[in-house]
């Protein structure tokens, strides 16, 4: 590891740790005690705020008002954050209290004058293409900050033309094809529920309802409590090669793909019955490339569907 890779993984460490000695990091790093007494004496004149204690419970750390300094990205990490931060044009609302086009100047404008030209031939080369959200969303940063502080809510939420009062505590928010859905706990139907946050007209702190413990609750897990108790069937689809390439798109929980040599395949899993009817829907997209096996209310769905577009052109 050079020594200019090791400062900068060094200036990430401390600032992460609250108290450190300078043993840790001759071993974390492998370099000797010297070499490291050099390096923290070098961070130190960099700007960052270290302290030192003697004694055998001495050693160094940050203080509590500490500064990240500058951090020296390569060209390829400077790119590459570039564009991740240009991916977010396609979002006309985040749950953060900056503007996408400031953070994107900031960003171009500090890096350096060959990178910035690297950055202007790639543009029109490489993109990461999203839906683009249509409208903006306003309450999106207050139902982040209810899910990390485990906040109830009440929201005014309208489906169907009709518009309802619920008491809400989010688990957090996400985004996918151009819309943001907030699963949370919903106490009016005493079960958890996914919000459309387009559909959410209004938001304040709910007073009454206590909250309940979603700690252990994320994004990442929250399926196995989303479908807890709820009636379930078994899904079994059969796939051409092009709808394997389309559904290759999708991550459904409890749902998985199985690919055959030819490019064909078949999905298989576990479905709340409570889905059926968006499950019908979504199948009719594909058209030809999908042939429902199971189960039998969702092949019935689909037809009525069928059914029904059929009529349109009699």
């Not at 055998?56 to 990490?77: A, C, K, M, T």
Request: with cysteine.
């Amino acid at each position: 590891m050079t020594r200019a890779k090791r400062l900068n993984e060094m200036i990430m460490m401390v600032n992460r740790k609250k108290r450190f000695t300078v043993k840790e990091l001759a071993q974390e790093f492998g370099v000797s005690k010297r070499t490291i007494l050099r390096d923290l004496q070098e961070l130190s004149g960099m700007g960052v705020p270290l302290y030192s204690e003697v004694g055998p419970h001495g050693g160094y750390q940050v203080l509590n008002e500490r500064i990240l300094p500058p951090i020296v990205f390569s060209e390829d990490e400077a790119v590459s954050i570039f564009f991740a931060i240009h991916a977010l044009r396609h979002y006309i609302s985040l749950p953060f209290d900056i503007e996408y086009e400031s953070i994107r100047k900031k960003f171009y404008l500090n890096l350096s004058g060959d990178i910035r030209d690297t950055i202007d031939k790639m543009q029109d080369r490489v993109d990461f293409v999203y839906v683009l959200q249509q409208e903006e969303i306003p309450y999106l940063k207050q139902l982040l900050d209810a899910a990390i502080h485990q906040e109830v809510l009440i929201i005014s939420y309208e489906t169907s033309g009709k518009t309802s009062l619920r008491s809400i505590q989010p688990i957090g928010i996400y985004a996918k094809e151009g819309k943001w859905y907030c699963p949370s706990y919903c106490f009016f139907r005493k079960d958890y529920r996914v919000f459309r946050c387009d559909r959410i007209k209004s938001v304040e702190h709910d007073e009454k309802n206590a909250p309940i413990d979603l700690s252990s609750i994320n994004l990442k897990n929250r399926f196995s409590i989303l479908n807890h108790n709820k009636e379930t069937t078994e899904l079994y689809v059969e796939l051409t090669k092009h709808g394997v390439e389309k559904y290759e798109s999708v991550n459904w929980p409890n749902i998985y793909l199985r690919k055959r040599e030819d490019g064909s395949g078949f999905i298989k899993g576990i479905i709340a019955k409570q889905d059926i009817n968006f499950l019908s829907n979504y199948f009719i997209t594909y058209g030809e490339n999908a042939i429902i096996k199971e189960p039998l209310e969702l092949i019935e769905s689909f037809k009525e569907i069928l059914n029904k577009v059929l009529n349109q052109y009699k």
